[in-house]
């Protein structure tokens, strides 16, 4: 396994991996939606599940994989999004930032909508 | 020159510097020219697991925090997540794309990951149809299932 | 000062499998791998293979994998490696023998991106003007020397037979971005094959290894994103 062999490909096997987590959970999404279409009683079965510590945990879990994919990712563009201004080049840094005040902007929004609608 | 050819017995300096370095490597011109108009299948499944990637990044952690943490620990108003107001905003055509992409596009991100962490990293070095297939596959299929879900909200 | 080099020996004709040596060289401090490995084959074991040719970081034929990392020998220096350094044959081409190794499917690569300039309209009178930011876009990817540092590290091309490897991609991307060049859409149709482009999963190694400093894996995605909007656009 040519991935374990060094910290560097080990975290690029992390890297990877984060994607599990995100498509555990679209699932949750889809169960979600498919609570809300069945009615009343199924979608308030799901609203007490999600309050189970279990369920924290795991959305901690996701969290946590979802954040090192969005790391990981803003460090990515920023070394393959090459931002030229005549013969001048954004530099990396600044790429990250606005990245970063972008994720905190739509975070925000998404914020929004559901405390206050 | 000509002298020299006859000297070295019939082979010019051309043919010899021509012969010592074959390119035979010519672009496959199969496909006509239509071939530009219809992307090829991978860019398609990269450009996939780019936005997906983009999605993941973006809108997937606000929303984990809130529905997986914020709302079980009563950080959230009382009736944040009511039937009634999440039904009512579901509703909304906009609504339904948002959610639509929210969850299909993650999909997307992990089936092109996935595929090639089985290739490259569990060694698996055939069976490209199957493996593709199957995550690409799972993906559509998740498609489907939500699109179906959001038109019954 | 002493330095130890345990080389990864090869011969088919006298054993079957491969195996480690270990040699003892006195050499300066300021020297490079390159030199040690001469102390060993012109002192002390003549069988020893390797390929070199300018000894200066140029030509790239000593590309070889050194302490577990791509580097060019005579550009890593012994002080750097002191006292123990490993060295082997760079991996995911065939080895021929010792540091040897068959660089045939790397060139296999790099030719099929038709690495010369196509262009067949009337040549202009003098030269073909280029202005100077026209110039600088492919600039990084001339510097290329083929030496196969990031091709023979990217996990990809170990594994997938037929990835043409970042080496053939950067030879490509410096002909595609000339302003001088029209061959730009063959190269990214052969590029937008299962072989090229796309198997890029920006492990980032070739970058680390190259030689020259290249972005490679800046370079391979500006390809696939000429890819993306030459389809669209």
């Known amino acids: 396994m040519w991935w374990l062999r060094t910290k560097a490909y080990r975290r690029f096997a992390a890297r990877e991996a984060t994607s599990l987590f995100a498509a555990a959970f679209s699932l949750v999404l889809l169960l979600f939606l498919f609570g809300l279409s069945r009615g009343r009683q199924a979608y308030e079965g799901f609203l007490r599940w999600l309050e189970r510590p279990g369920t924290v945990v795991l959305s901690a879990v996701i969290l946590a994989a979802i954040l090192y994919h969005a790391g990981t990712w803003f460090r990515l563009t920023s070394h393959i999004l090459v931002v030229r201004l005549g013969r001048l080049v954004v530099p990396r840094k600044v790429v990250i930032s606005g990245l970063v005040a972008l994720w905190l902007l739509v975070s925000g929004l998404v914020l929004q909508l559901y405390a206050r609608f | ?153 | 000062m002493e330095l130890t080099l345990r080389i990864r020996r090869y011969n088919p004709e006298v054993r079957e499998d491969p195996w480690w040596d270990e040699f003892t060289v006195d050499v300066e401090p300021w020297d490079h791998v390159l030199e040690a490995l001469h102390e060993v084959k012109w002192r002390q074991d003549g069988t020893l293979a390797l390929r070199r040719s300018c000894a200066h970081g140029i030509c790239g034929s000593d590309a070889m994998v050194i302490n577990g990392r791509n580097d060019l020998a005579c550009r890593v220096l012994v002080k750097d490696v002191a006292p123990k350094v490993t060295v082997e044959p760079i991996r995911g081409l065939r080895v021929l023998k010792d540091l040897i190794v068959d660089m045939d499917a790397f060139f296999d690569g790099y030719k099929r991106m038709l690495p010369y300039l196509i262009n067949d309209e009337e040549p202009p009178v003098r030269e073909r003007l280029q202005s100077q930011e026209e110039r600088e876009r492919f600039d990084d990817t001339t510097k290329c020397i083929l030496c196969a540092a990031c091709t023979t590290s990217c996990p990809i091309f170990w594994g997938d037979e037929g990835y043409v490897g970042p080496a053939a991609i950067v030879n490509a991307h410096r002909f595609i971005f000339d302003s001088r060049d029209r061959g730009a859409r063959q190269r990214l149709q052969i590029l937008g094959e299962k072989t090229g482009v796309f198997r890029c999963r920006t492990t980032f190694n070739c970058t680390e290894a190259c030689p020259r400093g290249i972005k490679v894996t800046q370079a391979i995605q500006e390809v696939k994103r000429a890819i993306m909007f030459d389809r669209l656009g």
């Open chain 2, 1 to 153: 020159m000509q002298e020299r050819r006859k000297e070295t017995g019939g082979i010019s300096l051309d043919d010899a510097l021509g012969a010592s370095e074959k390119w035979d490597f010519e672009p496959k011109k199969k496909k006509p020219e239509l071939y530009l108009t219809i992307p090829p299948k991978e860019l398609v499944f990269w450009a996939l697991f780019s936005a997906g990637g983009m999605v993941t990044a973006f809108l997937i952690p606000i929303h984990v925090a809130i529905l997986g943490i914020a709302f079980a620990a009563g950080w959230l108003p009382d009736d944040a997540l009511s039937y009634e107001r999440v039904l009512d905003f579901a509703r909304h055509p906009l609504a339904k794309i948002y959610l639509g992409i929210l969850v299909v596009m993650p999909l997307y991100h992990w089936a092109h990951r996935f595929r090639y962490a089985v290739h490259h990293q569990l060694g698996v070095h055939g069976w490209k149809r199957l493996v593709a297939t199957f995550c690409y596959g799972t993906a559509t299929l998740g498609t489907a299932l939500t699109v179906w879900i959001l038109l019954r909200i």
